[in-house]
């Protein structure tokens, strides 16, 4: 998959070219393209001058960062103890079946990834859905096409 890595120079001179700046860098790189394309990890390790095996090795050790492409709106949903006991599995496959996708992987048009995380430590709320960066507590079945539009 090709992307516009345009943006990819700007994002690295934001920061020292130092090793110290790797992490800051594959965030802001994770932030714009929703995953670390291989091409951009191989200009990070050379403008940061840091042995490519190095970065690979930050780039697959942190959950935060993903080496393959990610939807637009990626849908967490919270399997701990309590949120599985208030149906957070139900609304796991209603989400797979309307988006004909399993947990873990992305739609073919980008648009939506779906994950299965452990405990967001927001019990109280239970059902927890995550959508990018914003809760969803009390979450029911019937509203996942509403998830789906963004709250």
Known sequence: ???????????????????????????????????????????????????????FSVSTFYNAFSLTPKGDKVIRICMGTTCHIRGAKQILEQLEHKLDIKAGQTTKDLKYTVEVVNCVGACSMAPVVIVNEKYYGGVKVSETKKLLRGG
């Open 1 to 55: 998959m090709n992307h516009d890595l345009s943006k990819l120079p700007e994002i690295i001179d934001r920061y020292p070219k130092k090793p110290q700046s790797l992490i800051a860098v594959l965030q802001d790189i994770q932030k714009e393209y929703h995953y670390l394309p291989a091409e951009a990890l191989k200009e990070t390790a050379k403008a940061l001058e840091v042995p490519l095996s190095k970065v």
